[in-house]
């Protein structure tokens, strides 16, 4: 269940929703959970314009993205971590109609530590998350099991 911050210069991005939107549906393809409400209402992305004079490199350059990833401990492998950070890339480069922003893309994938995922009031830990996502498939295969 990541939570997807982007940082650009106001203006970067004319859809911003579907900008968010694809994000946080590839994060969650990579991280390969079930397709249900708990990942799918859960799994997030934030986009924060910010003025031009806000951010630089040391040249003084200031086009450039941040997109920062958390996600719960251990959940991306490193084929994942690759995969994300290519996709996410290509994905605010595709958005922003400027194809060069990938060379000027900053992704930063950070893991929460165990039990410091809060959802509903609660810290979770990687085994509540997995249990409520338990609970839920099993909730879908009755309610399907009810309907035959």
């Given at each position: 269940?990541?939570?997807?911050?982007?940082?650009?210069?106001?203006?970067?991005?004319?859809?911003?929703?579907?900008?968010?939107?694809?994000?946080?549906?590839?994060?969650?393809r990579?991280e390969?959970?079930?397709?249900?409400?708990?990942?799918?209402?859960?799994?997030?992305?934030?986009?924060?314009?910010?003025?031009?004079?806000?951010?630089?490199?040391?040249?003084?350059?200031?086009?450039?993205?941040?997109?920062?990833?958390?996600?719960?401990?251990?959940?991306?492998?490193?084929?994942?971590?690759?995969?994300?950070?290519?996709?996410?890339t290509?994905?605010?480069?595709?958005?922003?109609?400027?194809?060069?922003?990938?060379?000027r893309?900053?992704?930063?994938?950070?893991?929460?530590?165990?039990?410091?995922?809060?959802?509903?009031?609660?810290?979770?830990?990687?085994?509540?998350?997995?249990?409520?996502a338990?609970?839920?498939?099993?909730?879908?295969?009755?309610?399907?099991?009810?309907?035959?």
């Amino acid at each position: 269940m990541p939570m997807i911050d982007v940082y650009a210069v106001d203006g970067t991005f004319g859809d911003k929703h579907a900008l968010a939107k694809d994000l946080a549906a590839a994060v969650m393809r990579w991280e390969q959970v079930p397709n249900i409400s708990l990942f799918r209402n859960n799994t997030a992305a934030f986009i924060h314009d910010l003025p031009a004079d806000s951010l630089s490199n040391v040249a003084g350059d200031s086009n450039y993205v941040r997109v920062q990833v958390l996600t719960p401990v251990g959940v991306l492998d490193r084929n994942k971590q690759l995969g994300v950070v290519k996709e996410l890339t290509d994905i605010v480069a595709t958005t922003s109609g400027d194809p060069t922003l990938t060379t000027r893309t900053w992704v930063l994938i950070t893991e929460s530590p165990e039990g410091g995922w809060g959802l509903n009031g609660h810290a979770n830990t990687g085994a509540d998350i997995a249990a409520a996502a338990r609970a839920e498939l099993t909730a879908i295969a009755a309610q399907k099991s009810a309907a035959m």
